[in-house]
Each structure stands twice: as structure tokens, then as C-alpha cells.
């Protein structure tokens, strides 16, 4: 049976690249040695990391622009200290608008003064904040773009007189939009490009060396260009997987053709939700995510019944985060359109037998 992967990350990866790459664990580049067993500095695995690197930052349209591309390890969580430890010198602006926003905010206030300029703590993190206030004197602004967890997602990003510093983990690729007002992106890879084990971080370099601490060489942003993500053995598998998400998106049509297809992803799902009286959305409508739709039964709807239903369509991976409960379809760009239809399938079927 065919399965639906729905998983929140490590998530679904386009069936092409999972057969390219499985093929290069047997022989890589007709090389007869796997992809995991040459060295990272041999030529054939140097010329991955540079095509993976080139590839984001063209999908991203930041070629020439002042901005490197790295493929780093420790994943979006070592990503909310390395921030800070680059860039804070005496205070950082957090906007907080979940469970990840808010580890990346206690990580920071280890090396400064961070101001929390907004929180959707007091809903449980169902909406966006909005019209809120950044101070004039802060080394870099933070937000998180996408709430994997509970299902928002940012439109609207501000407009800041310092650096913009944006964890992109689990919408990166996802949707267009002028990646040029950020000056620090960092991307776990298992959200939406590749498996777990790497992280993309994107950062103009201007923004670097102003801080006076010493900064740990694994830790600092400039030595890992310096070393063209080569400082230590980079996550091989990790990147080579990265680099074949990034070329089948290219061969797409990119972002703006990806685009077109998530938001129809997103408008079905959502159109059935609003629509069907045994279910009810968890995010706010303006601030729903078009990654991850977050939504529960209405009291008294037989759990059992949908949760055998689902299974049986070969869905996987619909169960919510215990912080919220119910259900949460993750979309990623490799879902594809029929996947969700299949769901939606499966809610109307609900309806009927209940």
C-alpha cells in the first residue's frame, strides 16, 4: 500500500532523491566505494559541498550578494547559541512565538542582554504577534518563520534597523520571498531538505567579527568559511541528500513553482477543516502555517473511528505534538497534492460513518 507521510521531521523526501542517494551508498560517481566511505576532501565529495552550497543561495537569490552558504552539524539547536555567541554584544530583540523561538531565546541570554519584544505564550502559541515595538539599539532582531509545533507561520516580516536573524528550519524553499532583509538564515535540513544531520545556515559576512569575545573555533561563523564547511568532517550523507532536494526543487521550477503547489496543499486541507462540523482548525485563520495544519476533533467525535480510518488509507505521521494534541499534517514540498487529497478523503469519510 502506497503510504501518505505526513511526518513533522524527519519528514518525507522526494522519491527520486531517496533513490539517487541509496544508489550512492552502493557506488558513488561509478567510483565502486559508497558515498559514506570516501574521504569529505576527495574531489568528487568536494564538488557535492560546493554545487550544495551554490544551489541555496541560487534558490535563495543571494548570489553575489555578500552572503556564504555553510552545511554545518548540532542541527537548529546549536544554531540558537552559535547566533548569539557571533553576533550578541550587548543586546538582542526575540520575537516568541513557540516552543523552538523560546529555546533559542534562553540560549541568547547566555551571552547578553535579550529583550523579549512579544509573545503568544498567553494562547498557547496559536497566533502571530503584531504591531509590536523593537528598541533602536540592538545588535540583531530574532523570529522563528514557521511553528512546526503549533501550526503558525510569519507573513509578515519586520522591518529592522539591525541585523535579521531568521530560523527558516521548517518552511525554507517552501514559498518566495526577498531573502535579501535577512542577514542570518539557518535551516535544520530534515524539515524540508534533506535528512537530519546538517544544518544550512546562510549569513552575510559583513554582519561577522564585531563582537569582542573569543569565540570557539567550532562555534565561529567566520573560520567555517574560511573553510568552506571543510573546518571538520561535514555530515556526507547529510549534504550529498541536501544537494539532490535542492537540484529536484531546481528542476521544478524553484521556489515559485513549489510555492504554487504548497499553497494549494495548504487551501485544501484548511477549506476541508473550516468545513467539517467533527473537526476544528488550532491556529488562528490569518496565521496558519502552510507547512504543518494543526487541528483537533470537536468534543464528543469518535477518536477511535478517524484514527482507524487514517491508518487504513496508509496515512502516517498525523498525530500532534503532545503540546497540543489532535492532529498535524506536515506538507513539506516533497508531500505531493494527492497525499492531501487522500486525508481530506478520509475526513469526509469520517463525516459519513459518524
Same mark, same amino acid.
Given at each position: ?126 497566533? @502571530?504577534? +503584531?504591531?509590536? &515595538?523593537?528598541?533602536? /539599539?540592538?545588535? #540583531?532582531?530574532?523570529?522563528?518563520? $514557521?511553528?512546526?509545533?503549533? =501550526? ?105 513553482? @513549489?510555492? +504554487?503547489?504548497? &499553497?494549494?496543499?495548504? /487551501?485544501?486541507? #484548511?477549506?476541508?477543516?473550516?468545513? $467539517?462540523?467533527?473537526?476544528? =482548525? ?73
Amino acid at each position: 500500500m502506497k503510504k501518505h507521510n505526513f511526518s513533522a521531521g524527519p519528514c518525507i523526501l522526494p522519491q527520486e532523491v531517496i533513490k539517487k542517494s541509496a544508489e550512492a551508498v552502493l557506488n558513488f560517481n561509478n567510483s565502486n566505494l559508497s558515498l559514506i566511505e570516501i574521504s569529505h576532501r576527495s574531489k568528487d565529495f568536494v564538488a557535492v559541498m560546493d554545487n550544495a552550497c551554490a544551489l541555496a543561495l541560487e534558490h535563495l537569490n543571494l548570489q553575489n550578494k555578500g552572503y556564504k552558504a555553510l552545511f554545518l552539524q548540532g542541527g537548529a539547536s546549536t544554531q540558537f547559541l552559535m547566533a548569539a555567541y557571533n553576533l550578541l554584544e550587548k543586546k538582542a530583540a526575540y520575537l516568541n512565538t513557540g516552543t523552538w523561538s523560546s529555546k533559542a531565546l534562553k540560549e541568547a541570554k547566555l551571552f547578553g542582554e535579550v529583550i523579549e519584544v512579544a509573545s503568544s505564550k498567553d494562547k498557547n502559541f496559536n497566533y @502571530i504577534p +503584531k504591531n509590536f &515595538n523593537i528598541p533602536s /539599539d540592538i545588535d #540583531y532582531f530574532h523570529c522563528t518563520s $514557521n511553528n512546526t509545533i503549533f =501550526g503558525t507561520q510569519i507573513n509578515s516580516f519586520p522591518e529592522v534597523n539591525a541585523p535579521l536573524v531568521c530560523d527558516m528550519s521548517s518552511d525554507i524553499f517552501s514559498r518566495e520571498l526577498d531573502f535579501s532583509k535577512f542577514d542570518l538564515i539557518y535551516a535544520g535540513a530534515q524539515k524540508n531538505m534533506g535528512p537530519a544531520g546538517t544544518t544550512l545556515v546562510v549569513v552575510k559576512e559583513e554582519i561577522l567579527g564585531k563582537v569582542s569575545r573569543n569565540i570557539p573555533s567550532m562555534l565561529d561563523y567566520k573560520i567555517h568559511i574560511n573553510s568552506e564547511s571543510m573546518f571538520n568532517t561535514p555530515s556526507v550523507f547529510a549534504v550529498y541528500v541536501s544537494m539532490l532536494t535542492l537540484d529536484w526543487l531546481k528542476n521544478l521550477g524553484g521556489i515559485s513553482a @513549489i510555492e +504554487k503547489i504548497n &499553497n494549494k496543499k495548504a /487551501d485544501t486541507i #484548511y477549506t476541508e477543516i473550516d468545513r $467539517n462540523p467533527l473537526f476544528k =482548525g488550532f491556529a488562528q485563520k490569518e496565521d496558519r502555517s502552510k507547512m504543518n495544519a494543526t487541528f483537533t476533533l470537536v468534543e464528543g467525535a469518535n477518536q477511535e473511528l478517524f484514527d482507524g480510518l487514517w491508518k487504513a488509507a496508509g496515512i502516517s505521521g498525523i498525530n500532534g505534538h503532545r503540546s497540543v494534541g489532535g492532529y498535524r499534517a506536515s506538507m513539506y514540498n516533497a508531500l505531493p497534492l494527492e497525499s492531501v487529497q487522500v486525508l481530506v478523503e478520509v475526513m469526509k469519510e469520517f463525516e459519513r460513518k459518524s
